[in-house]
């Protein structure tokens, strides 16, 4: 089971979500994971990393994704 946050969820909550369901899976919305990112991010630079970033989250395989953040810069562009 997948449990998608837009917050990341308490400990106790995730403690009793394993409880019931021992092999869910808690993934934070990618709204809130790019939020994130970018505020570490210069001003002038968002546009630049949320395209970036935006070339890594749609992609179809992690080859391609990874290939996407190869050719963004890598971890020198994109926050981690």
């Given amino acids: 089971m997948f449990i998608c ?10 403690q009793a979500i394993e409880a019931v369901y021992p092999k869910s899976c808690l993934q934070r919305c990618i709204v ?6 970018i505020k570490y991010v210069s001003y002038k630079d968002i546009k630049q990393v949320v395209a970036d970033l935006k070339k890594v989250y749609t992609a179809v395989t992690l080859e391609e994704a990874e290939a996407n953040l190869e050719t963004s810069g890598g971890s020198s562009t994109l926050p981690v």
Avoid: T
């Avoid at 946050?5 to 995730?14: F, G, H, L, Q, T």
């Avoid at 809130?32 to 990112?37: G, L, P, V």
């Fill in 5 to 14: 946050s837009a917050r990341m969820v308490c400990v106790a909550m995730m």
């Fill in 32 to 37: 809130y994971q790019i939020r994130s990112s």
